[in-house]
């Protein structure tokens, strides 16, 4: 099916199971543990032995010698997988380094070994006997020390190096304010719960993975590819995920090494890259350095907008596009933005929720704060001054598909009390506390993508969907779930729902914030697809039929869905696909954040005392499970501001504070109060469920909320994250 803009009047609309706040119809299965996680498929693989990886010490180099004979001869060892007797590998697409490292090593912990044992135990403790000399060689892993030679890259995810409209050195310089800063942002780690898990097993030349993966289609393409063997011979599954955050995008050492470690010793083999190794064996968040210049007239109004990035990859690897938000957020006619890449021996930098975004934000909406201050006007009435309602690098050729920026901040702001927050910083106290208020705007892209599903009734009327889709913890199920019983007329318990297996039907898959409303617009024709087979059935007019209460109807008559269905049941198949869409709209999501935070004025302890937010994100499907991912990402902004940081040894090139022990993220202490309003809106030109991405817009702008507020608290500006203690003394 295609899809027609902008939508018109649809089934979708009658909105009788789609936005409801339901329960998670997986919850139940999840927190009571019966859900199984990848490595814990002894269900589907109950004879299967245990693989441990063998990381390599050194970040850049070649191994001179790899002595397996000590690992070999201990007890329960059953084979070892290494780059000499893998066969010749395949290098999938989005793997910036081989997952199988040897005799080059790429980057630290680079999978050197997979040692297969009977038991976990035996195989942990053989591959400490696997002896490998290194000849290590001279390495790059100071990024600001790099940043001078930065290149130009080649576009990433389509999305230009460098971007320009009118004369921004003209208007920077004319500009009667401005504003010229940098800002710097660290490593960071995705820190999902589950790690990355593989069971694999071989049935003759056919290949099953229980994975843990959030694009089941890209998995298996990318297996294909490396293992040199048909797609078709190649399965996927992947139906619970304890989180992926971007980690689990793309194939990891896990998968192919349960895949390589299986065909050895000919019996299943299962692999988790241990929690230690994960940061440094998989791929993080890389730091960004960033220069923002504005400037703008005595009023605020921007004139001249210009964000420059640096940042670091292996080579071959792609840039953090932390530029992409000031392309599209706020008005100004001469602009420009560039991003920069430096070859750095660290491991595999890529996406983590809303990359780009995420960390461009930290440094923009810190300047807009900055600008504020140096114009004196209120920080939410900047941003209503400096809102544009079309693409202002393209022009007004290009407006957005829906844009309610103005009203997130108005809202936001009523609802927040921030008519109470005192313009001039440091003077609130609360006993030993410095008392501060601070805001930023959220935006992140909205993407739509390809997405099939399959849907059919079966004899006794249940619905059954079927679609390679993830649910990666963002609730995938029961929106789905929703959608198919608001398409047939059911309730959300007659609807079954199957979910990442890669012998359903293709989706978008779990990424991007496109998900949610991509795999559902899949659901949505394929249930428009059977609703014409059971009006054809039942022998009413395809375009008049109703789907209400388990029947369909037609004039004063009507019949049960399971009766059309019959004994075999009826299934129908389709995907929802987008034009041009993207080059006709600018769509993205918009939000705005408040925070309160409190600073210690002996000990410079920032304690975040309440947050606030209201975001405009199309129609809200479930506004449970919306505001769960708007809170969680919240969270996860608040680690960005104060605490999480991968510390790089520049010396040896690794990630000191590899484990979940000192890569610190927030905990439920850490966070009081979060207030979500969603503002109603409907994208009639995003998808015909006339949604928008929800799952990474609330990390996009909260880390800049609590930096503002500590501004605001103390009077101290700080633009080099996390804002820890110590550079606040
Ligand atoms: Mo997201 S970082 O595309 O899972």
Excluded at 18 to 32: F, L, N, Q, S, Y
Excluded at 598 to 603: A, F, L
Aim: with cysteine; charged share 25%; glycine share 12%.
């Amino acid at each position: 099916m295609k899809f027609d803009t902008p939508a018109g009047i649809n089934p979708i609309d009658k909105g009788r199971v789609i936005g409801i706040p339901h329960d998670r119809i997986d919850g139940a299965a999840k927190v009571t543990g019966s859900a199984p996680y990848a490595y814990e498929r002894h269900d589907a693989a109950p004879n299967a032995v245990y693989g441990w990886i063998v990381g390599s010490a050194i970040a850049k180099g070649r191994m001179a010698s790899m002595d397996l004979r000590a690992a070999e001869a201990a007890p329960g060892v059953l084979g070892i997988v290494t780059h000499a007797n893998a066969g010749k590998l395949g290098k999938g697409s989005m793997n910036t380094a081989p997952l199988l490292g040897g005799p080059q090593v790429d980057h630290y912990e680079q999978a050197m070994a997979l040692v297969i044992a009977d038991t976990f135990e035996n195989a942990r403790d053989a591959a400490k006997l696997v002896q490998i000399d290194y000849m290590p060689e001279d390495g790059k892993y100071d990024l600001a020390a790099e940043s001078l030679k930065g290149v130009m890259p080649p576009d990433s995810f389509g999305s230009p190096a460098d971007t320009k409209a009118g004369d921004f050195d003209g208007g920077f310089a004319r500009a009667a304010i401005r504003i010229d800063q940098r800002y710097t942002t660290p490593d960071h780690s995705h820190a999902m719960m589950e790690p990355h898990a593989t069971t694999a097993a071989w049935n003759g030349d056919r290949l099953t993975l229980w994975t843990s993966n959030q694009m089941i289609a890209w998995g298996v393409g990318e297996v294909a590819k490396t293992l040199g063997i048909a797609k078709e011979k190649v399965r996927l599954v992947s139906p619970y995920i304890g989180g992926g955050f971007g980690s689990k995008l793309f194939l990891r050492a896990d998968a192919l090494l349960a895949a390589l470690g299986a065909k050895q010793v000919g019996r299943p083999v299962k692999v988790a890259i241990a929690r230690h190794q994960i940061p440094n064996n998989t791929t993080h968040r890389p730091a960004t350095i960033q220069r923002i210049r504005i400037g703008a007239d005595r009023d605020g109004v921007i004139d001249a907008i210009g964000h420059e990035v640096w940042s670091g990859d292996l080579p071959g690897g792609s840039p953090e596009t932390a530029a992409q938000q000031t392309r599209l957020l706020y008005r100004g006619a001469n602009r420009m933005t560039a991003h920069r890449l430096v070859t750095l021996n660290l491991p595999e930098g890529n996406a983590m929720r809303a990359p780009g975004e995420a960390v461009g934000l930290l440094a923009l909406e810190v300047a807009m704060d900055e600008l504020a201050e140096a114009c004196g006007v209120d920080p939410v009435e900047l941003r209503i001054r400096n809102d544009v309602q079309y693409d202002p690098e393209a022009g007004p050729q290009r407006p957005y598909s829906s844009r309610k920026l103005v009203e997130c901040l108005r809202a936001g702001a009523d609802r927040f009390g921030w008519d109470k927050r005192k313009a001039k910083p440091g003077q609130v106290r609360d006993g030993r506390w410095l008392v501060g208020m601070g805001m930023a705007a959220a935006f992140r892209n909205n993407l739509v993508s390809k997405s099939g599903a399959r849907i059919g009734v079966d004899a006794q009327g249940q619905v059954i969907v079927e679609t390679d889709m993830t649910d990666i913890g963002t609730g995938s199920y029961t929106i789905i779930g929703q959608t198919a019983a608001e398409m047939l007329g059911v309730t959300l318990d007659q609807v079954t729902v199957r979910l990442g297996d890669s012998r359903f039907p293709a989706s978008a898959g779990s990424g991007g914030q496109w998900g949610a409303n991509s795999s559902t617009a899949g659901v949505y024709a394929a249930a428009m697809a059977l609703r014409a087979k059971l009006a054809e059935k039942a022998g009413y007019p395809a375009d008049k039929a109703q789907f209400d209460d388990g029947l369909v109807k037609f004039d004063n008559k009507s019949q049960t869905l399971a009766a059309l269905a019959g004994r075999e049941g009826l299934w129908a198949e389709d995907s929802m696909d987008y034009g041009d869409l993207d080059k006709r709209y600018a769509q993205a999501t918009f939000g705005a954040h408040f925070c309160e935070v409190g600073v210690d004025i002996d000990t410079a302890e920032v304690r975040v005392r309440r947050m606030g937010g209201a975001f405009a994100a199309g129609r809200i499907l479930n506004p449970k499970s919306a505001r769960s991912q708007v809170i969680g990402a919240m969270t996860m902004g608040v680690g960005a501001a104060l605490m999480e940081s991968l510390e790089v040894d520049t010396r040896f090139g690794f990630f000191v504070n590899h484990d979940m022990a000192e890569y610190v993220v927030p905990v439920h202490a850490d966070i009081p109060q979060q207030d979500v309003l969603f503002i109603d809106e409907l994208d009639d030109k995003s998808s015909p469920m006339k949604a928008k991405g929800v799952g990474e817009l609330g990390i996009c702008g909260a880390g800049a909320a609590v930096a503002n507020a500590i501004y605001n608290a103390t009077g101290i500006r700080l633009r080099d994250y996390p804002l820890t203690i110590d550079k606040l003394l």
